[in-house]
T-cell receptor, first 116, second 117 residues
Framework: GAVVSQHPSWVICKSGTSVKIECRSL??????MFWYRQFPKQSLMLMAT?????????EQGVEKDKFLINHASLTLSTLTVTSAHPEDSSFYIC????????????FGQGTRLTVV | AQKITQTQPGMFVQEKEAVTLDCTYD???????LFWYKQPSSGEMIFLIY??????QNATEGRYSLNFQKARKSANLVISASQLGDSAMYFC??????????????FGSGTRLSIRP
């Protein structure tokens, strides 16, 4: 079964509103989680590293005020897309590494965001 | 900086044939891990196989095997006896730091594999 759960799996929102996406590790603690963005027919691009109890580390070119990341507990990281615009429409997917198993990286099911 | 290159945007293969998906990588780290993931149209990322940089044997998982050529920085995925359900996007990925599961993973551009009946 899934070890990383992402919610919602899809969301449609109006321009200017904010959307929150959750990523949970189900049976292990994850002090680090990763958020990726994938445009249609493209690869996964790392947006940021979510660190439990501290600020997220953003990749170059990713607006931290636009994509708010909170990692308040050892099993939950959230990505909030603020003031969403149609160009933010994309597939967002999280990953949570398991400290005791470095031979696999676990991914959530992904969230398809459509901004209208 | 680390980099993953997949030079085959798309491939068509006849059912039951074997197929090799190419992947080359670039890193200055001596310790790293290589992954292959399958992504069907649903979007989920399905883990296929892992190869550590210090692993002496090529990794195998059922019909999947990884042809690891360290000197050439190559980590090709071989799928034997392809099936219609193998049609999907395939991504090669790398994590620097073999020990650290908290190191970020970067992905290649992907190869779309289509299996013909």
């Amino acid at each position: 079964g899934a070890v990383v759960s992402q919610h919602p799996s899809w969301v449609i929102c109006k321009s200017g509103t904010s959307v929150k996406i959750e990523c949970r590790s189900l049976d292990f603690q994850a002090t680090t989680m990763f958020w990726y963005r994938q445009f249609p027919k493209q690869s996964l691009m790392l947006m940021a590293t979510s660190n439990e109890g501290s600020k997220a580390t953003y990749e170059q070119g990713v607006e931290k005020d636009k994509f708010l990341i909170n990692h308040a507990s050892l099993t939950l990281s959230t990505l909030t897309v603020t003031s969403a615009h149609p160009e933010d429409s994309s597939f967002y997917i999280c990953s949570a590494p398991r400290a005791t198993l470095n031979t696999e990286a676990f991914f959530g099911q992904g969230t398809r965001l459509t901004v209208v | 900086a680390q980099k993953i290159t997949q030079t085959q945007p798309g491939m068509f293969v006849q059912e039951k044939e074997a197929v090799t998906l190419d992947c080359t990588y670039d890193t200055s780290d001596q310790s790293y891990g290589l992954f292959w993931y399958k992504q069907p149209s649903s979007g989920e990322m399905i883990f296929l196989i892992y190869q550590g940089s210090y692993d002496e044997q090529n990794a195998t998982e059922g019909r999947y095997s990884l042809n690891f050529q360290k000197a050439r920085k190559s980590a090709n995925l071989v799928i034997s006896a392809s099936q219609l359900g193998d049609s999907a996007m395939y991504f090669c990925a790398m994590r620097e730091g073999r020990k650290s599961s908290a190191s970020k993973i970067i992905f290649g551009s992907g190869t779309r594999l289509s299996i013909r009946p």
